[in-house]
C-alpha cells in the first residue's frame, strides 16, 4: 500500500497478557523499524528489519519482547507477560533503505498503536 | 554516541508570529542524515524533511525553513507567520550512514502552542 498500516489503533490488557501488534510496511520498502514512544516523550528505537532478517536489535528488551517481518505476511511486534510500563504508542516506519551517497531514505511512519496495560 | 537535542521543551507564541525550534545533534560520523518530524495531536508522525550532511544549503518551502550549519551542528527549523495548525510537537532526528546505523536517534521533541 502507500501508507505504513498499524492494527489495532488501541489495544487494552491487563498486566501479564499477551499484547500483538502488527504493521504493514510500504510496498517495495525493504526496511521496517519499530519505535516506543511513552507519554509523547522522545521515541526509543526498538528493532529494525531488512526484509524478513532482523537488521538492528540493540533496543529491544531481551526478555519479552519479539518481532517478525514474515513474507507475505505483516510485520509483528509481541510482548509478552505486559507491565505496566509498557503502556506507550509503538509506531511502525518503513523505508527503501539506503539512498543516495550510502545515506538512508526517510523513515515513513503509521499512525502508531496506543497500548493500554491495565 | 549519537545525540539529539531540542533544548526549548514547549514555545508559546500568537499566531503570525515568526517562530524558530532549535535542535544541537553530536554524531562521530561523517555521513549522517537529519531530518524533522511533526506531531499533531492526533499522533500520527509527519515527515517534514531530510537533510544529508554533504548539503549545508538552507531550504525554504512554503512558510518552513530550515537552517543547517555543521561548524555548529545545528539544525533549526523556523515557522514563519505561524498559524494556529502549526501546533504539534516537532521532533528533530538524526540516522547515521554507517551500515548497521540505519536507526533514528530522536529528540525529546518541542511543544509548539500557536494562539489566535
Known amino acids: 500500500g502507500e501508507e505504513v498500516a498499524q492494527t489495532p489503533k488501541h489495544l487494552v490488557r491487563g498486566e501479564g497478557q499477551k499484547a500483538k501488534l502488527y504493521c504493514a510496511p510500504i510496498?517495495?520498502?525493504?526496511?521496517v523499524f519499530w519505535y516506543q514512544q511513552v507519554l509523547k516523550n522522545e521515541f526509543k528505537f526498538l528493532i529494525s528489519f531488512q526484509n524478513e532478517n532482523v537488521f538492528d536489535e540493540t533496543g529491544m528488551p531481551k526478555e519479552r519482547f519479539s518481532a517478525k517481518c514474515l513474507p507475505n505476511s505483516p510485520c509483528s511486534l509481541e510482548i509478552q507477560a505486559t507491565k505496566l510500563e509498557d503502556s506507550a504508542v509503538y509506531f511502525c516506519a518503513s523505508s527503501q533503505g539506503r539512498g543516495d551517497r550510502g545515506g538512508n531514505q526517510p523513515q515513513h511512519f503509521g499512525d502508531g498503536t496506543r497500548l493500554s496495560i491495565l | 554516541a549519537q545525540k539529539v537535542t531540542q533544548a526549548q521543551t514547549e514555545i508559546s507564541v500568537v499566531e503570525k508570529e515568526d517562530v524558530t525550534l532549535d535542535c544541537v545533534y553530536e554524531?562521530?560520523?561523517?555521513?549522517?542524515?537529519l531530518f524533522w518530524y511533526k506531531q499533531p495531536p492526533s499522533g500520527e508522525l509527519v515527515f517534514l524533511i531530510r537533510?544529508?550532511?554533504?548539503?549545508?544549503q538552507n531550504e525554504i518551502s512554503g512558510r518552513y525553513s530550515w537552517n543547517f550549519q555543521k561548524s555548529t551542528s545545528s539544525f533549526n527549523f523556523t515557522i514563519t507567520a505561524s498559524q494556529v495548525v502549526d501546533s504539534a510537537v516537532y521532533f528533530c532526528?538524526?540516522?547515521?550512514?554507517?551500515?548497521?546505523?540505519?536507526?533514528?536517534?530522536f529528540g525529546a521533541g518541542t511543544r509548539l502552542f500557536v494562539k489566535a
Open positions: 532526528a538524526l540516522s547515521e550512514a554507517r551500515t548497521g546505523g540505519f536507526k533514528t536517534i
Open positions: 537533510r544529508n550532511s554533504f548539503d549545508e
Open positions: 554524531t562521530r560520523d561523517t555521513t549522517y542524515y
Open positions: 510496498k517495495g520498502h525493504s526496511y
